[in-house]
């Protein structure tokens, strides 16, 4: 966020939570306040040193007013721009994170947002300490607290979230030594197996059709083509060719790194063709016509309502496609080309040389399993559904 900063403005700024706000100031680029959620506020400024941002904390307020701030901001960043550079500090979590966010998770990994999410706000209480003085039983008590609130898995995605930011540190040499190394997941994960039920399914889809574009649309076609959350958010409609009725997931959008063809069901165009487009936008699911859209916790609260569960993810939607499909005697091989899998039924020397799509069995596949939704949905509509 970007303000030009004042003393008004400064003395009565807040963080509305759940993460503390950053205010970079129009004045002085690079300088900037940070609100804490209880209130803190401290004096920063981001230069980048060597080809990488580095986070300098200048002072807390009010002990250090807004002007006294600037001219210390200034004097730093002038130092930096001479070559001079700053004085050694020892760098703190809270300065590493977006680093670690910019060079190394947001290149590589598609899931970076929820990685830049649980660091900010599981690991929050350990931003103000030094890496080097950050404590492996420090981290065990957050981990068991997680825990403690009921969300076991949470913790381990935390964790796993914590050591790779800190290998990258060590790896770069910020830190001389990993202070968790070796430390095991506080529970052992478990693998899901979770299926939404026909009922369930007819609950969700209705209101998916009340909710309507983005995430009610998108929710339906999770249910259709059976493919990932963030393949479907991310679907471009220069992907999609209606005369063959086939959306193109290019490789470096689909997990596994490899392009796939998901043939579109009937079902599936009636809903794209009636969903509206932005303007100079090639996104389909968006609310700003520059980002694909975002906010999915607030839209599945409104899903477990009328489900009546919240022990549901929407990953789980694509294991049971891949469930009802089964059911309708789709073949296992079949399946895995519906979903893009790499390994499984086809593998090995075969998956070398058996270069077949399967372009035609994975169309009647998703048609059927479409034709199935709609059933489903009738036989709720007529009180039958169980």
Request: include cysteine; aromatic fraction near 8%.
């Amino acid at each position: 966020m970007k303000k030009k900063l004042t003393s008004r403005y400064v003395d009565t700024v807040t963080a509305p939570g759940p993460k503390r706000l950053e205010v970079y100031d129009q004045t002085l680029p690079g300088f900037g306040i940070r609100v804490s959620t209880s209130g803190g506020k401290t004096w920063f400024c981001s230069p980048r040193v060597n080809g990488c941002i580095k986070r300098i904390k200048i002072g807390t307020y009010p002990a250090l007013a807004l002007s006294e701030a600037r001219d210390r901001a200034r004097e730093l960043l002038r130092d930096i721009q001479l070559g001079v550079a700053p004085a050694n500090k020892p760098t703190t979590l809270g300065e590493v994170v977006p680093q670690f966010i910019e060079l190394w998770a947001k290149p590589r990994n598609r899931g970076w947002k929820e990685q830049e999410r649980l660091l900010n706000q599981k690991w929050v209480r350990l931003f103000d300490k030094s890496l080097e003085d950050i404590e492996r039983s420090e981290v065990v008590r957050i981990l068991d607290e997680i825990v403690a609130n009921g969300t076991p898995g949470r913790a381990n995605h935390a964790l796993a979230a914590l050591k790779k930011l800190l290998n990258w540190c060590l790896d770069r040499g910020i830190i001389k030594a990993n202070p968790i190394a070796g430390l095991n997941p506080p529970t052992k994960p478990k693998a899901r197996d979770r299926i939404l039920t026909d009922a369930e399914l007819s609950a969700l889809w209705s209101t998916a059709e009340d909710e309507g574009y983005p995430f009610g649309t998108l929710t339906q076609i999770l249910v259709l083509t059976g493919q990932r959350r963030g393949e479907v958010s991310e679907m471009r409609w220069s992907q999609v060719d209606f005369a063959t009725a086939t959306w193109t997931i290019p490789a470096e959008r689909a997990k596994n790194g490899i392009a796939h063809d998901v043939p579109l069901s009937p079902a599936v165009i009636d809903i794209l063709s009636g969903m509206p487009r932005f303007a100079g936008s090639d996104l389909v699911f968006t609310t700003t016509g520059t980002t694909p859209v975002s906010g999915f916790g607030r839209a599945k609260d409104r899903f477990d309502q009328a489900i009546g569960s919240n022990d549901w993810w929407f990953h789980d939607l694509r294991r049971t496609a891949v469930s009802g499909m089964a059911r309708l005697g789709v073949s296992p091989h079949v399946i895995e080309k519906v979903l893009n899998h790499k390994s499984g039924i086809i593998s090995g020397v075969a998956a070398v040389y058996n270069r077949y799509s399967y372009a035609d069995e994975k169309r009647e596949a998703l048609e059927q399993w479409a034709a199935e939704n709609l059933k489903i949905k009738n036989r709720a509509s007529s009180g039958r559904t169980k």
